[in-house]
């Protein structure tokens, strides 16, 4: 993978395939809206919650394809994919389905990698767990896509949950049942539209901020909850402290290979004119829409649910943003892991922590979608006995937001735009 072209880790790791095992998919194509204001108010957020000084590339507004997932009962792992139509395989999904829970699922892959089918396990667990369904987001990829287009696709994705188009297989959904969930980079995805409907409900002076949408004015919400495994809110810097002490436990490589002089180019990488990320310019790399740390207004976000690994290099950025957001009065359900790395359930499925930190996760989308009285709490949950402790919300770290800002800050100022080394095609 280290020696692999952006291009050529792309194709292997964001393909399509059959469905296998106890799971209902069904693809679907949302349609992208003629009209182009759910483009202006991410592009207003952009402007506004910025310092002026950014760059970045405008997108099209694009349909965007997408995987309903579905508990499948009474077949085996190894159960082929039934041959019938899309809309057959929903129905059939939809037969199973038992709660009103729909997770709206970004998968991880920062930014760059990975598509709805690498996280079918995942969103399967889930609707069995929930009894509902996951619509999960095959978002426009970096580098080709970089920023916002991936936001673009995933805010579609949410009004389309909310506003079925004409044809759409599923009906109008209350975003009181709706949950964002996602995994690592997935989660920043979130925390992303999250912050651009803030910033809506601030400009228009209202909770629920209109716009139009396939030919009707229509509201933009908030979800009922969000719920996250292993958050990434720092991949694009890799500033702080739990990312270099955790280096020797955590199953994250020490940088992002594509940024080594010596990494083989391809016609995706490096990008054309070059960058020094593949999500966004560097300029970008602190915006609230791009680093949920450095985001400095949560009030009115939905309650959050975390789970998170003691030995993720990552640890520390979750652990900043779910203590930030704890102290304006935010409901944050903090679940860590003792010496898990990141990702563990999607890596050793079977451990009893995995295990623990499925059942937890379900729970949660549960909990908001039934609007159950909650309030913020921690636990972390030991590897020898998976017994839980309790743990303060607002005082996981010592990390102020002057410190955080200047790590932060100092690591942008010193990323340089990437040329790359080019190599034969034959190699590729």
């Known amino acids: 993978m280290l020696s692999t072209p952006v291009g ?60 309903w997932t579905g508990y499948r009962a009474g077949v085996g792992n190894d159960e082929p994919e039934p041959i019938m139509s899309e809309s057959e395989k929903f129905d059939k999904l939809q037969k199973e389905v038992t709660s009103p829970v729909n997770v709206l ?18 969103t399967s667990i889930l609707s069995q767990l929930t009894g509902g369904r996951c619509l999960s987001i095959q978002y426009r990829l970096a580098p080709q896509n970089p920023f916002p287009a991936a936001l673009l696709d ?6 389309t949950l909310l506003y079925p188009s004409q044809g759409s297989f599923h009906g109008p959904v209350p975003a009181r049942e709706v949950v964002f969930a996602g995994d690592s980079s997935g989660a920043g995805l979130a925390m992303s539209i999250i912050q651009v409907i803030l910033h809506a409900r601030k400009q228009q002076k209202t909770t629920e901020p209109i716009l ?38 955590d199953t994250v490589p020490p940088e992002p290979p594509g940024y080594d002089p010596e990494f083989p180019t391809d016609e995706v990488w490096p990008s054309n004119p070059a960058r020094g990320n593949y999500y966004c310019e560097t300029s970008m790399l602190y915006h609230p829409l791009v680093c949920a740390m450095g985001a400095r207004n949560w009030v009115g976000c939905p309650p959050i649910y975390m789970a998170i690994g003691s030995k993720e290099r990552i640890v520390d950025a979750a652990k900043f943003v779910a203590q930030n957001v704890a102290k304006q009065g935010i ?3 903090w679940d860590e892991y003792e010496l898990m790395p990141h990702n563990w359930p999607m890596g ?12 937890s996760w379900a729970k949660a989308c549960l909990l908001f979608v039934n609007s159950s009285e909650t309030h913020t ?20 770290t010592n990390l102020t937001t002057d410190e955080v800002a200047r790590l932060m800050k100092s690591k942008q100022n010193s990323i340089q735009p990437f040329t790359g080394n080019t190599v034969p095609k034959s190699q590729l």
């Open 154 to 159: 995933c805010l579609v994705a949410y009004l």
């Open 348 to 359: 050793f499925p079977s451990h009893p922590n995995s295990e623990k930190c499925y059942h």
């Open 212 to 249: 139009l949408f396939h030919g009707r004015k229509v509201g933009l919400p908030m979800p009922a909850g969000l719920a996250f495994q292993s958050p990434s809110f720092d991949t694009q810097l890799n500033t702080l402290p739990s990312w270099a002490a955790n280096y020797e436990y």
């Open 8 to 67: 050529t880790l792309q194709r292997e790791t964001n393909s399509d395939r059959q469905a296998r095992g106890p799971c209902w998919v069904s693809r679907v194509v949302l349609p992208a809206p003629v009209e182009t204001d759910v483009l202006n108010i991410i592009l207003d957020a952009v402007r506004s919650l910025g310092n002026g000084s950014e760059r970045y590339m405008v997108p099209t507004i694009e349909n965007v394809h997408a995987q």
């Open 105 to 122: 699922y970004l998968h991880g892959g920062s930014h760059y990698l990975l598509g709805p089918a690498a996280r079918r396990a995942t």
């Open 331 to 333: 409901v944050v359900l």
């Open 377 to 396: 709490s921690g636990t972390i949950t030991s590897l020898e006995n998976s017994q839980a402790r309790q743990v303060e919300v607002t005082k996981l």
